[in-house]
């Protein structure tokens, strides 16, 4: 599957939620979108869902737009936070109709899924607890094995031990089942491993697209003396900088070429490289 976005956006009446955004995901993959609140997430992910048009630009997935096309979107799953389903309704009710909706709908995976997170076939929608409407949630999205499964914060009032089940299953469901896997999180360090790229976005727009290997790979993060530091890193591409009392911190995104003497160079975890990179002092990285 391809995902393409060229000068995407989206305006809530005059407020844009989206602007510039262009972006490519192609393959079998899973991939962490991540940035602060409000950081249009939520708004990107429901227009790869065909749940509204863009504004402006484009947004296709393997060449065709997503709004009011079931062709398209009978092959993607998106899992919000909330607003999923019908209150109405009762748990097999929902299986039932994901069933319908998605073609490659795996029947025996879901029936498992609701006993590993001990749904009741009968249970209405509007008594589950919040943990368990989020456990239908992932239920329906790892059972619709849809080529574009996407999971918005899916996990609200899940515990830790069903959190780290979650995990564990859609990684067993992505093996089983190759696809590309889109996961909004603000639990990096819970599930970076999972993750082989990333695309941050920040003010509606696109931060940053690395894989995380590359990124673990090429950045840096520097501290000491200022001087030696601005000398070391000058003309050298920056991803966040900030200094005080004479001492300064970057995170270089680049080789480093001069000796460090006197500097102390570290590695970043992937939550701490996001806190970096979303404080004022970023530059862009496409
Ligand atoms: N239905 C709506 N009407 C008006 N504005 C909206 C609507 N939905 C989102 N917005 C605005 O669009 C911007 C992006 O919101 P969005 O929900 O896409 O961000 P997000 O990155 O998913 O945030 P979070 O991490 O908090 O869920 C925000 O300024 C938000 O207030």
Redesign the pocket.
């Known amino acids: 599957m391809e995902i393409k976005t060229t000068n995407l956006q989206k305006a ?2 005059k ?1 844009y ?1 989206i602007q510039d955004f262009t972006l490519d995901l192609e393959g079998e993959k899973i991939i962490g979108l991540l ?10 992910m429901r227009m790869l869902a065909g749940h509204f048009q863009p504004t402006n630009g484009q947004l296709t997935i393997n060449g065709q737009t997503p709004f009011n096309h079931y062709d398209v979107t009978k092959n993607i799953c998106l899992v919000m936070e909330s607003n999923n389903f019908n209150n109405k309704f009762r748990v097999k009710d929902i299986l039932e109709i994901s069933a319908k909706f998605y073609p490659n709908w795996d029947h025996e995976y879901a029936e498992r899924l609701r006993q590993v997170f001990r749904l009741k076939e009968k249970q209405k929608i509007k008594t589950l607890s919040k943990g368990m409407y989020s456990a239908l949630g992932i239920i329906v999205g790892l059972s619709s094995h849809a080529p574009i499964t996407i999971f ?2 899916p996990y609200i009032g899940l515990d830790a031990s069903f959190r780290s089940t979650f995990y564990d299953l859609l990684l067993e469901s992505y093996q089983k089942n190759p696809r590309l896997i889109i996961l ?1 999180t ?1 639990l990096i360090d819970e599930v970076s491993n999972l993750f082989e790229e990333v695309v941050i ?1 920040q003010e ?1 727009k696109l931060l940053l697209h690395d894989t995380v290997d590359h990124l673990a790979s090429k950045h840096l993060v520097l501290s000491g003396n200022k001087e030696k530091i601005d000398q070391l890193t000058n003309g050298l591409d920056i991803l966040h900088q900030s200094s005080m009392l004479g001492q300064k911190t970057v995170v270089l995104y680049d080789e480093l070429v001069e000796e460090t003497d006197g500097v102390d160079v570290s590695k970043s975890t992937l939550q701490e490289l996001f806190v970096y990179l979303t404080k004022e002092e970023v530059n862009t990285h496409a």
């Open positions: 809530y009446r407020n939620a940035g602060k609140n409000g950081a249009g997430k939520t708004t990107f918005d914060e909004s603000h976005m509606g």
